[in-house]
């Protein structure tokens, strides 16, 4: 194995981008993150060398601290982590065999030291930054990626920014039998693809020839797609075709869907996607995860329990001040625990002597608080299945990352003495024994609620008739829009939707729905159905063109300040404000729990700088759900579209509505305000027993009208049957 300082590969070299995401960073004293990469067999016969491109903080020590890079569970790198002037670029050269046709699995890892500080601070400090567009895979001068069937689009990979496009050719696109057979290979491409950060673009010109990460797709009928290619497939004006070209103009490997008929060529893209198309009735026991987070994350859809090795930990000794790691679970669409459930975490895990009282150790729940473990012994233990309560408030459909974290202060560390930072003793053992364990939740589908949308696709992911899809078709930013978020939903659920593409309202009738497009092409009935004001078509994005007077922006906020204080502590309102901020506080209670009846929620008129928004709300018959995705404009609508699936954004989608704010890359949730419930489940008294505990933590007020009422019945029970004993006189 040969490390050096690296040169960008000879231009028209065969590349393979390895990192899926825009950015990768390794944060504190440890870190590992590892994932799938799949390769073509010529790929993985032929895979030469390994580039890295990477930039470490200021304050990392290099002479302790350790870059390491796994694949396949060969380590074909392992260095200091030196780079903290600018990004380095490294070469190794692989093993032979060490690739394999298939699925690769990479881990980057790196253990990082302070240079001077010894506080738990400093670990804060500690970062690694790999660049995606300089870290990839090159292969030797006869190589090629050769795409022959369907299957192979899992092949592609992402591009030097963690994604990976689609770019659907469809000169014919204005028919209205286009619509369907589009969105529903939009959905397929998706599905066998599995790659986290996927965009589908859909246009009536050809793209220009591609580069990594990258398929062109043309569709159309035979004489619409010669408009485009330099040659027809033969036998496409008889029978439906799907193949794998070179054309000059769209590039190698480009994918053409063709028939004598539009029909034909919806029967044929229907045989390619059916293996992706799961059964109704079938059980998915995983998330498919792998391609950015190893292994795929367990679906839990009862009480179970995974080991800490089932779930991609191992066993890890830990010398410095503070252990972090994490793993991922997934949770079914109709979860409803949020308000009473606890999952628990069974630790197997010890600390040395050396760790003081004042230490603990701390679990998040996608980012957020939801145990502590205090150790307030002194002289080191051994834990062995010590039960941690993790409150399941956080917990959302779909994804979950759980993440361990173990803040350990000593002595030492106090003192900081030179070469303190260095600590090479183990202060910290995690088993990969320790197991996470879901305990029987409630099973009942609340709507609106776009978590459950972006987490598994619900509610039309259980559908059993073709989903009514409205896309404006004047604008293709419309359709790429409606292809792209469709491809992320059916890759959350796991298989494509059957949809029926409709141009009026009245077509939907009484089924849940969705519409796609700019603000300004829907009805006003339509807005104001999904919670939007009618306004919106007309006043939405023209703030930004009004000219701007910075000149009062300091009297406004001073002004807004004065008031503020004026009121915040004076008056009725005051009062209630701070007592709400009390509750709040004290007993983790809100004056929204403490209603008999829902609150309604105003139509909202987004704000100028939202650039995208998503809402939810039940349609007419109020027992279906309708779901738009609408913008100012059709260029800002596929703007928003195409930075919203990014996957650290897609997992903030919740509430009834989303705003995304394309420029800031911003998104923000507005709550549910009313919902229904929808049965998943066949009836049993232990599910409803869990689902009204649920209901009745959730709303605090009605518990206790309904407990009052009980007391008063049983006093007014006890007074009748103690009338009735004893002596009279």
């Known amino acids: 194995m040969v490390s050096s300082p690296s040169t960008q590969p000879p231009s028209g070299s065969l590349r393979r981008f390895l990192i899926p995401s825009d950015k990768m960073s390794l944060n504190g004293e440890i ?48 260095q200091p982590v030196q780079s903290s002037e600018g990004v380095s670029d490294v070469t190794v050269n692989l093993p032979q065999d060490v690739m394999r046709a298939g699925k690769n699995l990479i881990s980057f890892e790196v253990s990082q030291r302070h240079r001077t500080d010894c506080t738990i601070q400093s670990t804060y400090e500690l970062w690694s930054e790999i660049a995606p567009e300089r870290t990839f895979l090159t292969f030797g001068q006869n190589a090629s990626r050769r795409i022959t069937n369907f299957e192979d689009v899992a092949t592609i990979g992402v591009d030097e920014e963690g994604s990976t496009r689609f770019n659907i050719i469809a000169p014919g696109i204005d028919s209205p039998a286009a619509t369907g057979p589009v969105l529903r290979l939009s959905q397929g491409l998706a599905v066998f693809a599995n790659m986290p950060n996927q965009r589908i673009s859909v246009s009536r010109e050809p793209q220009a020839n591609l580069a990594e990460g990258a398929l062109n797709i043309v569709v159309g009928l035979p004489a619409e797609i010669s408009k485009v290619l330099q040659t027809v497939p ?28 539009w029909q034909s060529i919806a029967s044929s893209v229907e045989s390619v996607i059916a293996p992706a198309d799961r059964p109704l009735d079938s059980t998915r026991t995983n998330l498919s995860t792998e391609a950015w987070h190893y292994p795929d994350a367990p679906i839990f859809f009862e009480a179970g329990q995974q080991s800490f090795a089932q779930l991609g930990l191992r066993t890890e000794e830990f010398a410095g001040r503070r252990f972090r790691t994490d793993f991922l679970i997934g949770i079914p669409s109709d979860f409803y625990a949020n308000d009473y459930g606890q999952a628990r975490l069974l630790l197997d895990a010890a600390y040395s002597a050396e760790v003081q009282p004042g230490s603990h150790i701390d679990v998040y729940v996608n980012g957020n608080i939801a145990a502590t473990v205090p150790i307030t012994n002194a002289g080191g233990a051994i834990l062995r299945k010590l039960p941690v309560p993790v409150t399941m408030r956080h917990f959302r459909p779909g994804t979950n990352t759980i993440a361990l974290e173990a803040v350990l202060m000593t002595a030492k560390d106090a003192v900081c003495a030179p070469g303190a930072s260095g600590q090479t003793d183990s202060r910290f053992v995690l088993f990969d024994t320790s197991a996470f364990e879901m305990p029987r939740f409630a099973r009942m589908a609340q709507l609106p609620n776009l978590a459950r949308t972006a987490g598994t696709g619900f509610p039309y992911n259980r559908s059993t008739a073709p989903i009514p899809v409205m896309v404006d078709k004047s604008e293709v930013g419309s359709l790429s829009t409606a292809a792209t978020l469709l491809a992320r939903m059916s890759l959350a659920a796991g298989r494509p939707f059957a949809i029926e593409p409709v141009i009026s309202v009245q077509a939907i009738g009484e089924r849940d729905a969705m519409f796609f497009g700019p603000i300004g092409r829907f009805d006003p ?57 009390w509750l709040n506080s004290k007993f983790d209670i809100s004056l929204d729990t403490l209603r008999l009846t829902p609150r309604m929620a105003e139509p909202l008129t987004p704000p100028a700088d939202a650039s995208l928004v998503v809402a939810q709300r039940p349609g007419p018959d109020e027992r279906h759900i309708w779901t738009m995705v609408t913008a100012p404009t059709a260029d800002a609508l596929w703007q928003g579209a195409d930075g919203l699936v990014h996957t650290d954004q897609w997992n903030k989608v919740g509430g009834e509505m989303t705003l995304y704010n394309a420029t800031g890359d911003i998104t923000s949730t507005r709550d549910v305000s009313t919902f229904e419930f929808r049965e998943t489940q066949p009836f049993s008294v232990a599910n409803y027993r869990l689902i009204i505990a649920n209901w009745l933590s959730g709303n605090v007020l009605s518990y206790a009208a309904g407990l009052s009422v009980m007391c008063m019945l049983l006093g007014i029970a006890t007074a009748t049957l103690l009338k009735n004993l004893g002596r009279r006189q």
């Open 234 to 261: 033969d036998g496409a004006t008889v029978s439906p075709t799907i193949t794998f070209v070179d054309d000059q103009r769209t590039g190698p490997s480009t994918m053409v869907v063709t028939g004598p008929t």
């Open 31 to 78: 870190a590992r993150q590892q994932w799938t990469v799949q390769l073509t067999a010529d790929e993985a016969r032929t895979a030469t060398q390994f580039h890295l491109g990477y930039q470490n903080a200021l304050v990392i020590a290099p002479e302790l601290s350790r870059l390491k890079v796994v694949m396949n569970g060969i380590t074909v790198l392992d």
């Open 525 to 581: 009935e339509v807005l104001t159905q999904v919670g939007l004001t009618a306004d919106s078509r007309v006043s939405w994005g023209q703030e930004t063109n009004l000219p701007t007077d910075n000149r009062n922006a300091g009297q406004t906020t001073a002004t807004f300040d004065k008031w503020r204080d004026q009121l915040s502590g004076a008056g009725w309102r005051g009062q209630v404000s701070s007592f709400s901020e």
